[in-house]
């Protein structure tokens, strides 16, 4: 069925009472090729299956294309969606819906061109990607610190992490569908705003309960955040680039992690020691790391703000085709600013007519009441509604299902790695310390004071007597088959210290964890002991201030896992046009998981730097093919 767009104008629009075009056509002078007419066809058949029953209609767009080059010579072309050459790049930059609006967006962004502006786009919009990954890693590096000021358990320790995540996943979902109906800029604004404001909130939060409140929220707008910013950037190029920019942009997710380890290393203490003596401020130094890891955030609202316009493709789908045009000559004038005056070719007049792509049949949402509150937001819950179920029915519902997979088994091995690597360091790391450890036989003590830190020392059958502990800590100390008659630990922290079959008798413990019943183990004997406390203590015994090389080395370890993330970036950004996305990641993720089965070998800690670095590395082509696979795989409406 002819389409008739033929004419002067290439997308002449077929509606009526339009006024005057937005921009004025380009004297097409300037250029070797120029569109003299273009012509539409959609062909429509029926695919009969079996014995010749009648099934779904099929649609092929074909375009074709002449024009007249300066020496008068005439060229001509095809592409065709839905069938055709693969080499076709007009074919290659048509959309997933098939539709002439998404094949008009595709030629507007290929006549804006690819340059300084998709740039500048790239380099703004990547601080939003960095600001992500800033907050997953940003609590595992102030963990060792705020564990010691909230007096964490174990098992409560794991979820200061896993309630970042759960509010990322909570967020992807609310912010996705928001993308969809309020723009991808305001979006991507709001949810930035508030990943921001709860970091900086959760930076001055007293308790653990009011901290993880706030960090839940934080991960709920940095959630929305991630998916959406790939999704705005990707609609500013053109699909035959959109792999290699794509993956250029993906290096601002190692800038960030590496941003977080620097900052990390600069600010929080790198010695469990330090860990202790400095959590005695009132607004310690982790608190002023969660403030500086805000700046990323706070860079990328400023960007929107003042430099970055909403996504053309989003202003299409939405009918503002004005404020389309506008973005797309920005776009061009940007890219062609030495020109001396740049003007844009197409204008809003031609921009295809017609009805955009329906929704599919039983998941169209009434309109809204729009005569209170409550029916507004039960409307918004019945658009959010449908829009997650067309995700799971035809033609949609296979590829999420895979999707669904990939990612779970994607971030399962980035999550896994990352939790063990720091696992095993500790480990190590521990084996080793306690392997230095300081071994005291026999020795009797009168009257001695003990007024300086005393760290992985083993006193064994030794007598103290008078003895004075005061202001100090005792990290990795064990008094084994001791005898303690009218000692005084007075202001005494301890980590990983215990009396070990030990008699105490007579002694006076103020303001200090050391009285403790769990650390009076293998039958102590006490008698005639005081205890008297004038501030709340601690109650864990079990945490690790002494661990130096887990601290210190943690933040190396993940400084050089990030860095071997971007040379694996620049090279996918080589690869990915030229090999399909979904074997780009398949291959990768195959060889991640050979690289792996290597993790028996790893004894050091130089070996598991060395096998984080070499996983990431291969690891991060599965990841940059996978994202943009996602972007490409559905329409701009549940993008």
């Not at 992490?161 to 967020?171: E, K, P, Q, S």
């Not at 506008?326 to 001396?340: D, F, K, T």
């Amino acid at each position: 069925m002819p389409l008739g767009l033929t004419g002067k104008s290439p997308w002449k629009s077929q509606r009526k009472s339009e006024g005057e075009a937005l921009v004025s056509p380009r004297p097409q002078t300037d250029s070797s090729m120029t569109m003299s007419s273009l012509l539409y066809t959609e062909e429509v058949g029926a695919q009969h299956s079996g014995g010749g029953g009648g099934g779904p209609t099929g649609r092929t767009v074909r375009v074709a294309f002449a024009g007249t080059d300066e020496g008068g010579r005439v060229g001509s072309g095809a592409a065709v969606a839905g069938g055709g050459s693969p080499d076709d790049d007009l074919a290659d930059c048509i959309d997933s819906e098939g539709s002439l609006l998404s094949q008009f967006h595709e030629d507007a962004i290929r006549q804006s061109g690819s340059g300084w502006f998709q740039c500048r786009v790239m380099a703004l919009v990547g601080l939003g990607l960095a600001a992500d990954a800033v907050e997953v890693h940003v609590v595992p590096l102030a963990v060792p610190s705020a564990e010691v000021e909230f007096c964490i358990e174990e098992p409560r320790k794991g979820w200061l992490g896993a309630i970042t995540l759960l509010g990322m996943v909570v967020g992807g979902m609310v912010w996705g569908n928001l993308a969809d109906r309020m723009g991808r800029r305001r979006t991507l604004l709001s949810a930035l705003s508030v990943g921001a404001m709860f970091s900086v909130i959760a930076a001055f939060m007293p308790t653990y309960g009011t901290f993880m409140t706030a960090r839940f929220f934080s991960g709920f707008g940095m959630g929305g955040s991630l998916p959406v910013t790939l999704t705005y950037f990707s609609e500013f190029v053109p699909k035959s680039d959109r792999g290699r920019w794509m993956c250029w942009m993906l290096v601002f997710w190692a800038l960030g992690g590496m941003y977080v380890a620097l900052m990390a290393w600069a600010i929080i203490p790198r010695t469990g020691l330090e860990v202790v003596e400095e959590n005695l401020e009132h607004f310690s130094a982790w608190h002023r790391f969660l403030l500086v890891c805000t700046l990323p955030s706070l860079a990328a609202i400023v960007s929107l703000v003042v430099f970055l316009p909403e996504s053309p493709r989003y202003l299409m789908e939405a009918g503002r085709d004005v404020e389309a045009m506008l973005v797309y000559q920005r776009i061009y004038e940007g890219n062609n600013a030495g020109n001396a005056s740049p003007q844009y070719q197409l204008s809003e007049l031609e921009v295809p007519g017609g009805k955009r792509p329906p929704l599919p049949p039983g998941l169209l949402s009434p309109p809204s009441p729009g005569k209170s509150v409550l029916g507004d937001m039960t409307h918004g819950l019945e658009m959010f509604r449908n829009s997650f179920l067309q995700l799971f029915v035809a033609p949609n519902g296979g590829r999420t299902l895979l999707m669904v997979l990939a990612w779970s088994s994607a971030c399962m091995a980035h999550l896994g790695m990352g939790t063990f690597v720091p696992e095993r360091t500790r480990a190590l790391e521990a084996r080793a310390f306690a392997s230095r450890a300081r071994v005291i036989t026999g020795i009797s003590y009168e009257g001695v004071l003990f007024n300086r830190s005393v760290e992985n020392v083993r006193w064994s059958d030794s007598h103290f007597s008078g003895c004075r502990f005061e202001h100090v800590t005792l990290s990795h100390v064990a008094f084994s088959n001791c005898t303690l008659e009218g000692c005084t630990f007075a202001a005494v922290r301890a980590s990983r210290t215990f009396f070990l079959g030990s008699s105490v008798t007579g002694s006076h413990f103020v303001d200090t964890d050391l009285s403790s019943p769990r650390r009076f183990l293998d039958g102590c004997h006490l008698a005639n002991n005081s205890v008297l406390s004038l501030v709340n203590s601690c109650p864990r015994v079990d945490v690790d201030f002494s661990a130096s090389a887990l601290l210190g080395g943690g933040f190396g370890a993940v400084i050089v896992g990030l860095l071997a993330l971007l040379p694996g970036a620049v090279a996918s950004a080589c690869l990915v046009d030229r090999v399909r996305r979904s074997r780009l990641a398949g291959v990768s993720f195959i060889l991640s998981g050979l690289v792996t089965l290597f993790i028996c070998l790893l004894n050091s800690s130089a070996s598991l730097v060395a096998f984080e670095a070499v996983f990431n590395f291969v690891y991060v082509f599965g990841w940059n093919g996978l994202n943009i696979a996602t972007v490409e795989s559905y329409p701009t409406h549940l993008r």
